[in-house]
């Protein structure tokens, strides 16, 4: 079991949304769990919070494009509060996102970048959602 603290709560639309993040962690992602209406339900989590473009994976439900918006707008806020506090102290990784290249794809800008941590490339659209579109793993 993970030492998640609570860093934050937000309303989105009818649900209370409680964040949870290791205080400690490598990475900037966050877990969120509806905490009303009830019951208590884990939604899903956010990886990224710490770049331009959060990646929101939800585990069952399906949110429209505007909801998954403000969820990693609100999510982000609260990723940014939490280590302006000092609630968060993230570690150092030794490797952040690594740009490698970009290519075009019927118009649309993809870039190819290196994740040491997990030692993988991740494809991911520039400008579109959901951003990631594959992966490449190491073996």
């Not at 991740?122 to 190491?138: A, D, K, S």
Request: aromatic share 6%; hydrophobic share 40%.
């Amino acid at each position: 079991m993970s030492d998640r603290i609570i860093i934050g709560r937000v309303q989105l639309e009818h649900r209370t949304v409680t964040v949870t993040a290791e205080p400690h962690g490598t990475t900037a992602t966050a877990w969120i769990e509806r905490t009303t209406p009830a019951p208590q339900l884990a939604l899903g989590y956010v990886t990224e919070l710490d770049s331009p473009a959060p990646r929101l994976c939800l585990y069952r439900a399906e949110w429209s494009p505007g909801l998954r918006h403000r969820c990693k707008e609100a999510l982000s806020q609260v990723w940014a509060d939490a280590l302006t506090t000092g609630l968060i102290q993230p570690r150092e990784a030794n490797s952040v996102l690594i740009p490698i290249g970009e290519a075009k794809i019927d118009g649309a800008v993809v870039d190819f970048v290196w994740t040491s941590v997990s030692d993988h490339i991740q494809i991911r659209f520039r400008h579109l959602e959901p951003n990631v579109i594959g992966h490449v793993v190491f073996e």
